[in-house]
Every structure is written in structure tokens, then in C-alpha cells.
């Protein structure tokens, strides 16, 4: 059982920045992909970005050049760093990490508002 715990979200101005951690904890075996999600008032959860076991990221379409990931695996942890924050980008950002297991986890979710 893998345990996630996000933190950073908040409330931002439009053009603002932001950054999200997510830490990992349990029996977490081999983690291979580590990821963001958001899902926006009345729309369906989507991929933000995503960072592969060697490191290799990718983002949606309206995040990049503005958003950042890493992630640690020492501790482990994924991280998002957000810049130049629009409006549409609010909405809860959830964690996501895949092991080896093969099994898929989600994180309780941080909100973030982005104001105009």
C-alpha cells in the first residue's frame, strides 16, 4: 500500500507561480511513473504531466513551457512547478504514482485557484 500526501496549493493571481509536492510512503516496491492530474469544476480529470522512472516528462498541451516536473527518488517524491498561472488552470490537482506491482495511486488532492 502506497500513501500520498500532497501539499502547496492555494490561491494565486494570473501570472503567479506555484509549486506542488507530493510525497510517497508504504510499501511502495519499484515506483515507475509519477504524475499530475487536475479536474476543474464540471469537467473530467486530465493529465498535467507525467515524469517516467528515467526521467523522461510529459506534459498536456496547455502547460507547456509554464509547468514544471521532478521528481525524487530518493525520498520519494513528485513535484510540479508551476508558473505563469492562468485562470483555467484552477481546479484540484491530484497525485499519481504506478509501481511495479502493477498498481495505481491517487493522492487526496490539493486545491489551487488562479485569480483573474
Known amino acids: 500500500q502506497v500513501h500520498l500526501v500532497e501539499s502547496g496549493g492555494g490561491l494565486v493571481q494570473a501570472g503567479g507561480s506555484l509549486r506542488l509536492s507530493c510525497a510517497a510512503s508504504?510499501?511502495?516496491?519499484?515506483?515507475?511513473?509519477m504524475g499530475w492530474y487536475r479536474q476543474a469544476p464540471g469537467k473530467q480529470r486530465e493529465l498535467v504531466a507525467t515524469i517516467s522512472i528515467t526521467e523522461r516528462t510529459r506534459y498536456a498541451d496547455s502547460v507547456k513551457g509554464r509547468f514544471t516536473i521532478s521528481r525524487d527518488n530518493a525520498k520519494p517524491t513528485v513535484d510540479l512547478q508551476m508558473t505563469n498561472l492562468k485562470p483555467e488552470d484552477t481546479g484540484v490537482y491530484f497525485c499519481?504514482?504506478?509501481?511495479?506491482?502493477?498498481?495505481?495511486?491517487w493522492g487526496q488532492g490539493t486545491q489551487v485557484t488562479v485569480s483573474s
Open positions: 508504504g510499501s511502495m516496491f519499484i515506483i515507475l511513473d
Open positions: 499519481n504514482v504506478n509501481n511495479d506491482a502493477p498498481y495505481s495511486y
